[in-house]
């Protein structure tokens, strides 16, 4: 499998066509749960209905 430039390109060993795949950044909206007296964080609460692809400042979506 190569990699470059945030695309990945499967080769098998059969004569295939490669596919090429990307990563997609998503923003989903989290709750933190910390204790202060013990300083650190007891627990974390993801919404994943709420998941959206994120964008960039002009409204791209972003790939890696």
Do not use: Q
């Amino acid at each position: 499998m190569e990699s470059w430039a945030g695309n990945t390109v499967a080769e098998s060993d059969e004569a295939e066509k490669p596919s090429t795949k990307r990563w997609v950044r998503y923003t989903i909206p989290v709750m933190v749960e910390a204790d202060c007296e013990k300083d650190e964080i007891t627990r974390i609460v993801a919404l994943p209905d709420e998941a959206r692809e994120d964008r960039d400042d002009s409204g791209h979506f972003l790939f890696l």
